[in-house]
C-alpha cells in the first residue's frame, strides 16, 4: 500500500495523526466495470466487455480483500479465463513489489514491473491516493478496470456466465434488500473492524473498534446458531466477504492487532462455518497461511517493530464442521 502524490511514493498509509487516532480507509480510485457486452456498469466508462484472457488479476494472497476476488475466480470457474499476478507477502518502503523469491509469489507476469504502484502509473500518470490490491487490469486498453474488490467480485459473479455456463449467483436480486444492511455492518465493525483495532493510535480509538468488533462477533455466532449461512440454507457474496476476515482472526488478527478478547475457534458455530467455507470446492487452495502470517507480522513495522513472526496454534481446517443439517430458522 502506501500513496502516490504528485508522482512521489510516500509510505504513510495508515497515518492517524490527522483522524484522532483512528485509522480510516480511503476509497479506491478505479471504478470501472466489466459487463457481458461491455456496456456501462453502475460507474466509469464502458468498453470492458467480457473476454477470454482479456484481463488479469494481480492480488496478494495475505490480503482478505485480494482474497475474496481469488474466491469468486474459483467459485465461478473463472481460473482459465482470468489470470493471476501474486506480489510478495512483504509490504515495505516500496508498497507492494512483484519479486518472486516466496513461495506462490509470482512477480508480475504482464510486464515484468517491480511494484504494483508502476501498475498505477501505467493506467494513470497523473494518478494520487493509495496503491490496493486487488488490481484488474485489462491487456487490451492496458489500464486498471477497478481496485475495488466488492465490485470486482461482483462482476466476476454474473459479467462470465454466458461465456463459462456458471450461472451461480451470490448476489441473488432477490436477497439484495438483506445483503446489503449484513454486508455493511460487517465490514464496518469487522473486515475494517480489525485494522480500526490494530492500527488505532488512542485508546479511546481502539476501545470503540475492538467494543464493536466483538458486539459482532457475538451477534454473528447467535445468528449462525439458527441458520447454516448469514442469509439462510443459501451461501450469498456476504458468506464470502465474511469468510475473508474469519480465516485470518486466530493466526494474525486476534493478537497481532489485539482482538484478543477470544478467538474464532473459541465460537463454536462461527468456528464450524468458517471451516465449512474453507473445505468448499476451490477455496483452500486460495488461501495461503504462509503469506497471511508473514505479511500481517513482517510489514507492520509500527505493530511489531522487531517484525519477530510468531509460532501459531496448529489448526485442523478440514475436520468434519458439523454444519450440513443446519438450516434457517
Known amino acids: 500500500m502506501g500513496q502516490l502524490i504528485d508522482g512521489i511514493w510516500?509510505?504513510?498509509?495508515?497515518?492517524?495523526?490527522?483522524?484522532?487516532?483512528?485509522?480510516?480507509?480511503?476509497?479506491?480510485?478505479?471504478?470501472?466495470?466489466?459487463?457481458?457486452?461491455?456496456?456501462?456498469?453502475?460507474?466509469?466508462?464502458?468498453?470492458?466487455?467480457?473476454a477470454p484472457g482479456r484481463y488479469h488479476l494481480y492480488v496478494s494472497y495475505a490480503c482478505p480483500w485480494a482474497n475474496r476476488a481469488l474466491f469468486f475466480r474459483a467459485l465461478k470457474g473463472l481460473e482459465d479465463m482470468i489470470d493471476v499476478s501474486v506480489v510478495h507477502p512483504d509490504m515495505l518502503g516500496e508498497g507492494w513489489e512483484f519479486?518472486?523469491?516466496?513461495?506462490?509469489?509470482?512477480?508480475?507476469?504482464?510486464?515484468?514491473?517491480?511494484?504494483?504502484?508502476?501498475?498505477?502509473?501505467?493506467?494513470?500518470p497523473k494518478v494520487?491516493?493509495?496503491?490496493?490490491?486487488?488490481?484488474?487490469?485489462?491487456?487490451?486498453?492496458e489500464t486498471i478496470v477497478s481496485n475495488e474488490s466488492a465490485e470486482i467480485i461482483r462482476m466476476f459473479n454474473a459479467a462470465f456466465d454466458h461465456l463459462t455456463g456458471n450461472t451461480d449467483d451470490y448476489w441473488p436480486e432477490e436477497l439484495r434488500d438483506e445483503i446489503e444492511p449484513i454486508n455493511a455492518r460487517i465490514y464496518d465493525t469487522l473486515n475494517n473492524g480489525v485494522y480500526k483495532s490494530g492500527f488505532a493510535t488512542t485508546q479511546e480509538a481502539y476501545d470503540s473498534a475492538v467494543t464493536a468488533l466483538f458486539d459482532t462477533l457475538d451477534w454473528l455466532e447467535s445468528l449462525l446458531g439458527e441458520r447454516r449461512y448469514l442469509l439462510?440454507?443459501?451461501?450469498?457474496?456476504?458468506?464470502?466477504?465474511?469468510?475473508?476476515?474469519?480465516?485470518?482472526?486466530?493466526?494474525?488478527?486476534?493478537?497481532?492487532?489485539?482482538?484478543?478478547?477470544?478467538?474464532?475457534r473459541e465460537h463454536p458455530n462461527l468456528w464450524g462455518y468458517t471451516r465449512e467455507l474453507y473445505q468448499w470446492p476451490g477455496i483452500a487452495e486460495t488461501v495461503h497461511f504462509d503469506h497471511i502470517v508473514r505479511h500481517y507480522h513482517y510489514s507492520h513495522d509500527t505493530v511489531n517493530p522487531h517484525r519477530i513472526i510468531p509460532i501459531n496454534p496448529v489448526l485442523d481446517w478440514t475436520a468434519p464442521h458439523g454444519r450440513e443439517g443446519l438450516k434457517a430458522a
Open 128 to 141: 494520487s491516493g493509495r496503491v490496493t490490491v486487488p488490481i484488474l487490469w485489462d491487456r487490451q486498453r
Open 232 to 264: 439462510g440454507d443459501r451461501v450469498t457474496e456476504a458468506d464470502w466477504r465474511l469468510f475473508s476476515t474469519l480465516v485470518r482472526f486466530d493466526l494474525v488478527y486476534h493478537t497481532h492487532f489485539k482482538c484478543n478478547r477470544a478467538f474464532v
Open 10 to 50: 510516500h509510505d504513510d498509509w495508515y497515518d492517524t495523526s490527522k483522524s484522532g487516532g483512528k485509522f480510516v480507509r480511503s476509497t479506491a480510485k478505479f471504478r470501472n466495470w466489466i459487463t457481458a457486452d461491455g456496456s456501462a456498469g453502475p460507474s466509469g466508462e464502458s468498453g470492458f466487455e467480457a
Open 99 to 124: 519479486r518472486d523469491d516466496f513461495d506462490g509469489a509470482t512477480g508480475d507476469r504482464v510486464y515484468g514491473l517491480p511494484y504494483a504502484r508502476d501498475l498505477y502509473i501505467k493506467a494513470d
